[in-house]
């Protein structure tokens, strides 16, 4: 099995703007035939990464091929719930908020 820095250095090699992940995976197979999806995946994350490799060339191939390919096939998908519902504010009565103020001053003449 290939190292992630030598599968790393390969697709660096190998991606060119323009390219697909189907096409920059089977350039990868072409070169470690024994490197797995998943290693692939991990050498693109490496690749985009690792110090002084943004040369530029194919940067956005190799991060469009890492998130696409990142999720597998055997992982259920995750479910996402609706959109919440807003609460409702509760607007007072005229007749509360006076009751309010009535008995606020009257605790106040308690007071005094």
Do not use: C, W
């Not at 690749?47 to 530029?56: F, I, K, M, P, Y």
């Not at 390919?69 to 007749?95: C, L, N, Q, T, Y």
């Amino acid at each position: 099995m290939a190292s992630i820095e030598v599968l790393s250095a390969t697709l660096r090699s190998i991606a060119a703007p323009g390219m697909t992940p189907k096409a920059l995976r089977a350039a990868a197979h072409k070169q470690h035939p024994e490197a797995s999806r998943k290693d692939i995946v991990h050498a693109a994350f490496y690749a985009l990464t690792e110090v002084g490799s943004q040369d530029g060339n194919g940067v956005a191939e190799l991060h469009g091929f890492a998130l696409a390919e990142r999720v597998s096939e055997d992982e259920p998908p995750i479910a996402v719930g609706g959109p919440r519902k807003k609460k409702r504010r509760r607007v007072k009565s005229v007749e509360g908020v006076r009751s309010v103020e009535r008995a606020k001053s009257a605790t106040a003449e308690a007071v005094n």
